[in-house]
């Protein structure tokens, strides 16, 4: 008896901002690969995760938060999401389910048609956070999606407890085509230590700080150097002279709570100690410079 097929493909992750794509992508991997807060946009790059199991490989692409854009910066994170549609062999469309119960769920609806007029393959709409979606409206909010696009399959979920990924998963290895494995078994993502690293830190500036300070941080690893322990040195870009005293803090006390925090987090990425130095640079407007966003992959 012949066995099954291996399938491999693209599934392009995308939808709008704060549903809980990083956090799926996280526990598809059972591993933490893309930094997780509560703000939305917190996702500003495009992260390559790669799910194999027995008879498959997916290649995840976890994408900025789609939304009306104004400034230069979030342009571009709206561009680099609905570039990956045309490199997809399925579409995960990941929806926050409590949405569904808004007064703004019309505005919503005109919204996401928009996006998913664009996907020219499979699309799965996964619903996350039913987990605080009383059981009585979970039918009503899955019809109420069902009207905005013919979806392949429709998995509720809860991306922070793991309910229902599996059902997932079984949904989008189905649309894959036929293919080989690209990837070793061992390997998750396709991002640098480095990456991962400057990403660990910017998560640290979105849980510590407040209001405009954290869309306005970009942060670049100057040195990586290998050892026992691993010496970093990284600076964080601020717009103005204002942010930089916030972030350093009385004393230097933020700085200090930032480094630590994320110290703890890269010496577990890397499994060895860490030594983090900081340093804050004021670049004014950069998030509106084409030429800096270019320079740190966000054009």
């Known amino acids: 008896m012949n066995s099954a097929p291996h399938r491999s493909g693209v599934v392009a992750i995308i939808g709008p901002p704060n549903a809980g794509k990083s956090t799926l992508l996280n526990?598809?991997?059972?591993?933490?690969?893309?930094?997780?807060?509560?703000?939305p946009?917190?996702?500003?790059?495009?992260?390559?995760?790669?799910?194999?199991?027995?008879?498959?490989?997916?290649?995840?692409?976890?994408t900025?938060?789609?939304?009306?854009?104004?400034?230069?910066?979030n342009r571009q994170m709206v561009r680099v999401a609905l570039e990956s549609l045309a490199e997809a062999d399925a579409v995960l469309f990941l929806a926050?389910?409590?949405?569904?119960?808004?007064?703004?769920?019309e505005q919503r609806a005109d919204e996401f048609r928009g996006y998913l007029?664009?996907?020219?393959?499979?699309?799965?709409?996964?619903?996350?956070?039913?987990?605080?979606?009383?059981?009585?409206?979970?039918?009503?909010?899955?019809?109420?999606?069902?009207?905005?696009?013919?979806?392949?399959?429709?998995v509720p979920i809860s991306a922070l407890h793991g309910t229902q990924v599996n059902a997932l998963l079984a949904e989008l290895v189905a649309l894959l085509p036929e293919g080989p494995q690209y990837y070793p078994d061992d390997i998750p993502t396709d991002a640098s230590e480095r990456f991962i690293a400057a990403e660990i830190i910017r998560e640290k500036i979105f849980l510590r700080t407040r209001d405009e300070i954290p869309y306005s941080t970009a942060v670049v690893i100057d040195?990586?150097?290998?050892?026992?322990?691993?010496?970093?040195?990284?600076?964080?870009?601020?717009?103005?002279?204002s942010q930089k005293g916030i972030l350093v803090g009385q004393k230097g006390a933020m700085l200090a709570t930032i480094r630590k925090s994320a110290t703890v987090d890269i010496e577990r990425l890397l499994d060895c100690r860490v030594r983090l130095h900081?340093?804050?640079?004021?670049?004014?407007?950069?998030?509106?410079?084409?030429?800096?966003?270019?320079?740190l992959g966000l054009a």
């Open 117 to 154: 007029e664009r996907i020219a393959c499979p699309a799965v709409l996964a619903l996350n956070k039913t987990d605080l979606l009383p059981p009585e409206r979970l039918l009503p909010v899955i019809d109420w999606y069902r009207g905005l696009h013919d979806f392949a399959a429709i």
């Open 96 to 105: 926050d389910g409590t949405e569904a119960l808004t007064p703004k769920k």
């Open 64 to 73: 900025p938060g789609l939304h009306a854009a104004r400034e230069e910066m």
């Open 278 to 295: 900081l340093w804050i640079k004021v670049s004014k407007n950069w998030t509106g410079n084409v030429n800096m966003l270019r320079d």
């Open 27 to 39: 526990q598809l991997l059972r591993q933490k690969i893309a930094i997780v807060t509560p703000k």
């Open 41 to 62: 946009q917190t996702t500003r790059n495009r992260i390559m995760g790669i799910v194999t199991g027995s008879g498959y490989q997916i290649i995840l692409l976890d």
């Open 223 to 241: 040195t990586f150097e290998e050892g026992d322990p691993v010496v970093i040195r990284a600076t964080i870009l601020v717009e103005r002279d």
